[in-house]
């Protein structure tokens, strides 16, 4: 079974520091990999989806890399902002359209 | 579009009693997803839908949990009796394309069996 992890489980930093979330999965047959944003009593929304054969995705202040050889992924945010806070999710797709979430980073950007 | 639709947004139930999560997907979406969200276990894949077939319900839990889609705007999670250690928020989300589109999900049901 696929496991996806993500750690730290809770990051806090100030305004403006650019920071990096880190995700990482067991088994490198995926499809593709989506990191999603939640804030609380919220539902998920889509930051980026980086499909299986691709490197990265870019997207304004945020950036996701893939390294399916080694499992991983990373959330790259720069220049932090307070309305940054929130919990950030990864997702494996695997065949089967099974799918995985890590249990997320929660990211406080401090004034 | 308004997005995906959950209702109700809170539902505190007793246990025993039988409970019924509505969700409305995005208009044209062919894709719909029920998930289950826990401290203990993070977000699960509860079942699936594409055409308003189901196509993998491995994730379902137990017989007391269904799932329905009488058409392409509406599906039902339904679970029957409830216990408390159903508690839990339940996502309902959409897409168009299920290897290259991105899901969309609804603000979910916050459920709490006592």
């Known amino acids: 079974k696929q496991e996806v992890t993500q750690i730290p489980a809770a990051l806090s930093v100030p305004e403006g520091e650019n920071l990096v979330l880190n995700c990482s999965f067991t088994?490198?047959?995926?499809?593709?990999l989506q990191w999603f944003r939640q804030d609380p009593g919220k539902g998920l929304t889509s930051l980026l989806l980086?499909?299986?054969?691709?490197r990265e995705q870019t997207s304004g202040r945020l950036n996701a890399s893939l390294d399916k050889s080694s499992g991983r992924s990373t959330l790259y945010i720069a220049a932090s902002q307070p309305g940054d806070s929130a919990t950030y999710l990864c997702?494996?797709?695997?065949?089967?359209?099974?799918?995985?979430f890590g249990t997320g980073t929660s990211l406080t950007v401090i004034p | 579009d308004a997005g995906v639709i959950q209702s109700p947004r809170h539902e505190v139930t007793e246990m025993g009693q039988e409970v019924t999560l509505r969700c409305k997907p995005i208009?044209?979406?062919?894709?719909l997803f029920w998930y289950r969200q826990t401290m203990m276990r993070g977000l699960e894949l509860l079942i699936y839908f594409n055409n308003n077939v189901p196509i993998d319900d491995s994730g379902m839990p137990e017989d007391r949990f269904s799932a329905k889609m009488p058409n392409a705007s509406f599906s039902t999670l339904k679970i029957q009796p409830s216990e408390p250690r159903d508690s839990a928020v339940y996502f309902c989300?959409?897409?168009?394309?299920?290897?290259?589109?991105?899901?969309?999900f609804g603000p979910g049901t916050r459920l709490t069996v006592l």
């Open positions: 208009s044209g979406h062919d894709y």
């Open positions: 088994d490198s047959a995926i499809y593709n």
């Open positions: 989300a959409s897409s168009f394309e299920i290897s290259t589109d991105t899901q969309y």
């Open positions: 980086i499909q299986s054969s691709q």
């Open positions: 997702a494996v797709r695997r065949g089967g359209n099974q799918f995985y």
